[in-house]
């Protein structure tokens, strides 16, 4: 019980890195960008590519894996997504989803259609006991590591002026630009980070949940789930959900086979009919 507790986590910490970025953009900037996972396999396939035929280790690949998508998501952000942010929800949807489906036919062509496989150091390989427990080496360091980002985050948000002036920018435009606020470098710095946390998650996910160019269409569901269970208005209800997802998910897959892929469906619908703002935001 306490194994699969673990596991549950484990996997809760990587969706929650995974479906940051959607939740910084859909909840502080009111962009619906579907096209998230898109940028989740790009890191992956950084860290592919550098380990198969570069060579690298796989810890040194993990700051490429955030840097690139970063930078991709910037100059996105700024060429064809910026147009969309004044467009309804209904034209952000088609438009990201249309992304999707370009960023997996793009590498289907140049990758191919296999699923990719990492070596994971010896470090990360295996497990060790704590109390007659066996605890997975490289889920605690993914453990580790997201509970570092997700405290960054929520300090980043909430107490810097960084955070103060994004959220004035997603309150009022206009008066914020009136009060000096740069918004369009802050949402273009916003955007930035959000698709790198996607490449970082995509990177540390490639071994846990699988890389191939249907990864974006197969967790979009996922990044959506951990975004309505727990509320877009702060970063505290992602990271509560993602981890209460990744329980429930990884408990009913082992103790219900047969039903237990279907059960974060049914907490979400359950969710939507008794909070639909998510369990951790205010009704607006």
């Given amino acids: 019980m306490l194994t699969i507790l673990f596991d549950g986590v484990a996997y809760g910490m990587l969706l ?34 550098l380990m198969q035929r570069l ?22 952000e700024r060429t064809i997504y910026r147009p969309m942010y004044a467009k309804t929800h209904l034209d952000q949807v088609l438009f990201s989803i249309g992304l999707v489906f370009m960023a997996v036919a793009a590498v289907d062509y140049a990758m191919g259609s296999q699923q990719q496989l990492i070596r ?13 427990v066996g605890i997975g080496k490289y889920r605690s360091f993914v453990i580790i590591l997201c509970g570092l980002i997700a405290l960054s985050l929520q300090y980043v948000l909430a107490g810097t002026r960084f955070g103060a ?77 993602a981890l209460m997802i990744g329980v429930v998910d990884v408990a009913g897959k082992y103790y219900l086979p047969e039903i237990g892929a279907f059960i974060i469906y049914v907490l979400m619908i359950v969710v939507l009919l008794v909070r639909p703002q998510g369990l951790f935001a205010r009704a607006r």
């Fill in 16 to 49: 929650f890195i995974l479906a940051s970025g959607l939740a910084v953009t859909l909840g502080l900037m009111n962009f619906v960008n579907l096209a998230h996972g898109a940028f989740a396999m790009a890191g992956g396939y950084v860290t592919v590519l």
């Fill in 55 to 76: 060579g690298w280790p796989f810890l040194a690949t993990l700051p490429l894996a955030f840097l690139l998508p970063a930078v991709l998501g910037a100059a996105l």
């Fill in 120 to 132: 994971l150091p010896e470090a990360l390989l295996g497990r060790f006991d704590v109390a007659g």
């Fill in 165 to 241: 002036r994004l959220r004035a920018a997603v309150d009022d435009q206009r008066v914020a630009r009136g009060m000096g606020i740069n918004v369009s470098g802050i949402f273009s710095l916003t955007f930035a980070v959000g698709s790198g946390l996607a490449g970082l998650g995509g990177a540390l996910g490639a071994d846990m949940l699988g890389l191939d160019p249907s990864f974006p269409l197969k967790f979009m569901i996922y990044f959506l789930i951990v975004v309505t269970v727990g509320g877009a208005s702060s970063i505290t209800g992602p990271f509560i959900a």
